[in-house]
Structure formats: C-alpha cells, structure tokens
C-alpha cells in the first residue's frame, strides 16, 4: 500500500500563492506518476497537473502559465507551485499516483487539501 499525504492548503486573496505538497509513504513502492487534481463544490474532480518519470509536467489548460508541478524523487514527494490565484482555483486539491506497491500496480489518493481564493 502507498500512503499520500498532502499540505499547503489554506486562505489566500486573489493574485496570491500557495505551494502544495504531497508525501508517498509506505514499503516496497515504486511510484509511475504522480499528479494533482481538484474538485470545486458541485463540480467534478479534474486533472491540473501531471509529472511522469522524466519529470515532464503537463498542465490543464486552466493552470498553465500560473501552475508548476514538481517532485523530488528522493523524498518520494510532489509538489503543486500555484501563483496568480483566482477564485475559479477554490477547490479541494487532490494528490494521485500509480505505483507500484508489493509488485502490483496501483492507483492511490491523499484525503485532499481545500485551497480557498477569496478576498
């Protein structure tokens, strides 16, 4: 099993920043992809930001320009970098990563921080 906890959320007013993170923990993993997601209030969750094993980063639309992902493979750990706010980006973030967990591959997701965008 792989564990994935996410950090950094919080309050921010328009035009600021948050950087995000995400932790992998557990035995026996090797992790494919790591990425982010969101989900506003009575939307459903979509992708923002994906890094693969080269550290590639592919964004959403919505988040290029404003959004950097990043890992650090030693640490096991993803990070989202999210400036020039709006209050469209209000939403719980969501972790996931395809791993690889005792020889079998898996999907798994972090319980998610909510980033809120207000004035």
């Known amino acids: 099993q792989v564990q994935l906890v996410e950090s950094g959320g919080g309050l921010v007013q328009p035009g600021g920043s948050l950087r995000l993170s995400c932790a992998a923990s557990g035995t026996s993993f090797s992790i494919r992809a790591m990425d982010w997601y969101r989900q506003a209030p009575g939307k459903q969750r979509e992708l923002v930001a994906v890094?693969?094993?080269?550290?590639?980063?592919q964004y959403a639309d919505s988040a290029k320009g404003r959004f950097t992902i990043s890992r650090d493979n030693a640490k096991n750990t993803v990070y989202l970098q999210m400036n020039s706010l709006e209050p469209e980006d209000t939403a719980v973030y969501y972790c996931h990563a395809i791993a690889v967990s005792n020889g079998r591959l898996g999907t798994y997701w972090g319980q998610g921080t909510q980033v809120t965008v207000s004035s």
């Open positions: 890094i693969d094993r080269s550290d590639t980063g």
